[in-house]
């Protein structure tokens, strides 16, 4: 019963949104016939896959308005999608707003509107408010859907708009959306997080975890597979906890093997997997499928168990080497990867070399390396002990080297077979060359053309250069 009342809602939030974008339509048809030109549009991306998700949701709904995406800021709609995660992501924006406030002044028309991650942030928010007037528009990660109109608002009232929710309630289905590319496609199948690690502020600002149903999101990649799209990534923060909060429960293992029956879907990806919920059923699921690429980014953060327990992260180094031994077993040519932080605060040399003990031991393809960073309102934030900087950078080195050393010693594992390559695009230095993904996530670059763009080939792998494969196509599928 009550998940019938919450399909009624999130329906006719769509239903009225779509009413705002056809107003919307009226208006701006007639202000571009007014100044002779088409009306233009630009977001620019900060943050993870769910961002870029986001984005091309905010898009679909801006093209629908009637404009038109180009690559300059030099457009009448501006729209930042924020990050948070770390300092850096939240510098960035601020570096870049100075230079919105003067395109602004040439262009009388144009709308800036600020979206994402930080704007869930009320520091962020105040500060916009006080020293960014020149912003139209603000709101958060739980409204996206409230784009037309929040416009608009905007244009009606000439004040700054800000529509900030502090978590959702519901999950907006059917809005318009516009990909990015024709092949592949991201679909979440679940928003938020409930994991609360202590460094992490993705919990602040995305909310509780909320999975989608199973059948919205067949019904999403049955209508993306009938649009071209051949490969998929399955988005969530910790997609191994998928469905634990539905009405009837389902797991993530059970929504792949629906996932695998769906004719012409060739490739299933997902991300993010969290090591503590990662089941052997998901393991078994992986090795039976014939769609799940054999790539898996298995986060670990550190290879302390001491600092491990104090991030909140529910697993000993222990545990987790065991899971991989699990993995490796069932699924040999899998390709691992993850994301490490150094200098986590209290982090000594110990538990640092505990980190550079698990590299050695699980061999990751790559991994992502980042330096710790405070975020406000965690509880990392108010640990004593943080690491000193110098410290940091010189193990945050150590680290890099060692990946390095592993990953270059691993790429070139598959030269000389021939492996199914899905072709993304034309090579960026030498058009003669495509560019495709093997499905260990790689980049194989070959002779071909852009008929085979969105195509799965087989291509024999020729050389290895480091991050990359130089390949022959062999015969298209
Ligand atoms: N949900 C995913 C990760 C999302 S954030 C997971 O749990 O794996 C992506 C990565 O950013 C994290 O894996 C972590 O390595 C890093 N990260 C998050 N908060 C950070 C912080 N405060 N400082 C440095 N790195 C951080
Ligand atoms: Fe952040 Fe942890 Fe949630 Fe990942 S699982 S988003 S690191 S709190
Ligand atoms: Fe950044 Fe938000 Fe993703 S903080 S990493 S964009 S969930």
């Known amino acids: 019963m009550k998940e ?3 399909i009624n809602i999130t329906e006719k939030e769509s239903q009225r949104q779509l009413r705002f974008i056809e107003h919307l339509r009226d208006y701006y048809t007639e202000k571009s016939e007014e100044l002779q030109r088409p009306l233009t549009c630009h977001i620019a991306t900060f943050g993870c896959q769910m961002n870029a998700r986001d984005s091309e949701k905010i898009l679909g709904t801006l093209e629908q308005i009637g404009f038109k995406e180009v690559d300059t800021e030099e457009a009448d709609f501006v729209i930042y999608n924020t990050c948070t995660v770390r300092e850096n992501a939240n ?28 704007m869930q942030e009320d520091a962020v928010v105040d500060k916009i408010k006080k020293s960014y007037r020149f912003v139209d528009i603000i709101f958060g990660t739980h409204n996206i859907f409230k784009l037309a109109e ?16 502090k978590d959702a309630t519901e999950i907006v289905e059917d ?30 600002v995305r909310g509780r975890e909320r999975s989608r149903n199973p059948e919205d999101i067949i019904k ?24 634990k909060n539905l009405e009837e429960p389902m797991t993530f293992a059970g929504l792949l093997r629906e996932i695998e029956k769906i004719d012409g879907l060739e490739r299933v990806r997902f991300m993010t997997s969290h090591p503590k919920d990662l089941s052997d059923d998901l393991i078994d699921a992986m090795k039976d499928s014939k769609k799940i690429c054999t790539h898996l980014h298995l986060p670990v953060q550190s290879g302390s168990s001491r600092i491990l327990k104090i991030m909140n992260r529910h697993y000993t180094k222990e545990q987790y080497l065991n899971l991989v031994d699990r993995i490796k077993n069932a699924i040999p040519n899998i390709s691992l990867t993850t994301d490490i932080i150094v200098g986590f605060p209290g982090e000594t040399e110990e538990d640092f070399l505990e980190t550079l003990d698990v590299i050695r031991k699980v061999r990751y ?6 330096v710790y960073s405070k975020r406000t309102g965690t509880p990392a934030a108010n640990m004593e002990e943080q690491v000193d900087d110098e410290v940091v950078k010189d193990r ?28 993304e695009g ?25 008929e085979l763009i969105g195509r799965i080939v087989n291509v024999k792998l020729v050389e290895c250069k480091g991050f990359y494969y130089i390949g022959e196509m062999v015969e298209a599928q």
């Open 426 to 450: 034309i090579n960026e230095q030498d058009s003669e060359l495509v560019t495709g993904r093997l499905s260990n996530n790689l980049l194989v670059h070959f002779k071909g053309s852009t």
């Open 4 to 6: 019938e009342v919450k």
């Open 365 to 370: 393809e790559s991994a992502f390396t980042f």
């Open 396 to 423: 945050f080195n150590r680290l890099l080297k060692e990946v390095k050393i592993i990953s270059s010693e691993l790429t070139g594992r598959e030269t000389g077979t021939v492996q199914k390559v899905l072709v």
């Open 91 to 118: 510098l960035k924006v601020y570096g870049r707003l100075g230079h919105l406030s003067q395109l602004k002044k040439k262009n009388p028309h144009m709308l800036i509107a600020l979206c994402g991650c930080m």
């Open 220 to 243: 999403e990649i049955k209508d993306l597979v009938a649009d071209g799209v051949v490969e998929i990534m399955l988005l969530g923060q910790n997609v191994n906890s998928y469905g």
């Open 150 to 165: 929040l416009i608009q608002a905007r244009l009606d009232s000439k004040d700054m708009i800000i529509d900030i929710w």
């Open 175 to 204: 809005l318009p959306s516009e990909r990015k590319y024709k092949f592949k496609a991201g679909v979440n199948i679940m928003f938020g997080c409930n994991n609360f690690c202590t460094y992490c502020i993705v919990p602040y």
